[in-house]
C-alpha cells in the first residue's frame, strides 16, 4: 500500500464550478498535511497546508482534514482556467527530517 | 530573494558519465532535500539534509551521492551516470524539523542516452 493515494484523473470541470480533489494517508501518526500545484513543466508550488482536523480556507481554496478517516481534501470554488495543473497530496512522515511522502497528483483540467 | 536556485536546468549525459547538481537557498533553512520525479510515479527522495553537516539516504538513493556545502548549498553528483536516472531533480528546503512545508527549486532536466 502505497503512503499517500490520489486519483490521477484526469478531473475536468467546467469554470466557475467547484473542483474536488481527494487523497488518502496510510500512517495514522502523520500530523502535517501539503496540497502542492505543479504546472506542467514546471516545479510544485505550496498552495495549502493544514494540521489540524476540520477546514482551513485561503481565498478560494478550502483544505479538509479527516485524521480518523485517514482523508484530506482540497476544494477550488469558482475554479479557473488558471488552475488547470497537476495537483500533489504530501503528507509528513515520522522520520527523517519532517521528511514528506507524496502523491502521484491528480491532473485538474477546467474547461472555459 | 531568489528562494531555491538549481543549475543546471537541462542536461544531457552519456552512460557512464559523472556530473553534480547544484541546489542553493537563501531563505536560511536548515533543511535541504533532492527529490526525483518520473512519470508516474511522483516524487521521490533520494537524499536530505537535516541540517548543516548532516545527511542521510531517503527512498531512493543508489547511484547517488550528496554534499551538504554550507547551509546554503546541497549538492547531488552522479558519479557513473545511468539511463534509469533519467529525470526531473528537485531540490527543496524547509525551515527544519518542525515545519513540513517545503518550498522547490525550479529543477533539472536530465537525459542520460
Known amino acids: 500500500q502505497k503512503e499517500v493515494e490520489q486519483n490521477s484523473g484526469p478531473l475536468s470541470v467546467p469554470e466557475g464550478a467547484i473542483a474536488s480533489l481527494n487523497c488518502t494517508y496510510s500512517d495514522r501518526g502523520s500530523q502535517s498535511f501539503f496540497w502542492y500545484r505543479q504546472y506542467s513543466g514546471k516545479s510544485p508550488e505550496l498552495i495549502m497546508f493544514i494540521y489540524s482536523n476540520g477546514d482551513k480556507e485561503d481565498g478560494r481554496f478550502t483544505a479538509q482534514l479527516n485524521k480518523a478517516s485517514q482523508y484530506v481534501s482540497l476544494l477550488i470554488r469558482d475554479s479557473q482556467p488558471s488552475d488547470s495543473a497537476t495537483y500533489l497530496c504530501a503528507v509528513n512522515a515520522l522520520t527523517g527530517a519532517n521528511n514528506l511522502f507524496f502523491g502521484t497528483g491528480t491532473r485538474l483540467t477546467v474547461i472555459p | 530573494n531568489a528562494g531555491v536556485t538549481q543549475t543546471p536546468k537541462f542536461q544531457v549525459l552519456k552512460t557512464g558519465q559523472s556530473m553534480t547538481l547544484q541546489c542553493a537557498q537563501d531563505?536560511?533553512?536548515?533543511?535541504m532535500y533532492w527529490y526525483r520525479q518520473d512519470p508516474g510515479m511522483g516524487l521521490r527522495l533520494i537524499y536530505y539534509?537535516?541540517?548543516?553537516?548532516?545527511?542521510d539516504k531517503g527512498e531512493v538513493p543508489n547511484g547517488y551521492n550528496v554534499s551538504r556545502l554550507n547551509k546554503r548549498e546541497f549538492s547531488l553528483r552522479l558519479e557513473s551516470a545511468a539511463p534509469s536516472q533519467t529525470s526531473v531533480y528537485f531540490c527543496a528546503s524547509s525551515l527544519g524539523t518542525a515545519s513540513g512545508e517545503q518550498y522547490f527549486g525550479p529543477g533539472t532536466r536530465l537525459t542520460v542516452t
Open positions: 539534509s537535516a541540517s548543516e553537516g548532516t545527511t
Open positions: 531563505m536560511n533553512h536548515n533543511s
